[in-house]
C-alpha cells in the first residue's frame, strides 16, 4: 500500500528565512504533484513533477523529485507571509489508469513577521 | 475561464438521512475525481471517472458510498443512511484525458452529520 508521509507537519518561520518541507512515498511512482490550500479553501495546484530529477521553481516556491530515493521536497527561499497555509504533496498510485493521488498528511506553515 | 464547481457548498443532516452532492467538472475535461478530506483521515481518494470506462471505485468507504457521472460531465455523490463518521469536505477535481495532467480542484461541500 503507498504511504506518503510529510515532514514536518507544522512548521513556524520567520520571514525572510529559507527551510524545506520534506515527501516521502513508500512504494516506486514517477508522478508527484504539490498543492497548497488556504484555511476554508479548495486545493491549488502549484507544482507537476513527472520525472526522476525534476525540479520546477515559481516565485519563493522550487520543487525537486528524486524517484530513487522516493523523496520530494518543496524549498521555501525568503519566506513572506502570503506563503502562510497548508502545503499537500501527492502521489500518483502508479500503475494502472488511474491517476488516483494519494495525499500526504500537509504540512501547515505559518510565516511570522 | 470556469473553474470546478460543487454545490451544496455546506450540508447539514440528520444521521440516517441521504444526502446528494453535485459537481460540475471544467468544460472539455474527461476525468472526474471524488476525494473527502476530514481531521481523522486526511485527504483521502473516493471514486475516479474517464470518459465512458467504468468509473474505479476502490476508494468508497461502504456500500452507503455511490456517484455517478451523467453525459461524461455532471457528478453525482450520493451517500445513503448519512452516518456521524461522514462528517467531512467532500472535493470533486477534474483534469484533462491525460493521465498525467494536474486535477483541479472545487471549492467542496462541507457535510456536517448531527
Known sequence: ?113 | GAGVSQSPSNKVTEKGKDVELRCDPISGHTALYWYRQSLGQGLEFLIYFQGNSAPDKSGLPSDRFSAERTGGSVSTLTIQRTQQEDSAVYLCASSPHYRDDEQFFGPGTRLTVL
Not at chain 1, 476554508?40 to 528524486?66: H, I
Open chain 1, 1 to 113: 500500500e503507498l504511504k506518503v508521509e510529510q515532514n514536518p507537519l507544522f512548521l513556524s518561520m520567520q520571514e525572510g528565512k529559507n527551510y524545506t518541507i520534506y515527501c516521502n512515498y513508500s512504494t516506486t511512482s514517477d508522478r508527484l504533484y504539490w498543492y497548497r490550500q488556504d484555511p476554508g479553501k479548495s486545493l491549488e495546484s502549484l507544482f507537476v513533477l513527472l520525472s526522476n530529477g525534476a525540479v520546477k521553481q515559481e516565485g519563493r516556491l522550487m520543487a525537486s523529485l528524486d524517484t530513487k530515493a522516493r523523496l520530494s521536497t518543496l524549498h521555501i527561499t525568503a519566506a513572506v507571509h502570503d506563503l502562510s497555509a497548508t502545503y499537500f504533496c501527492a502521489v500518483d498510485r502508479g500503475g494502472g489508469a488511474t491517476n488516483k493521488l494519494i495525499f500526504g498528511t500537509g504540512t501547515l506553515l505559518a510565516v511570522q513577521p
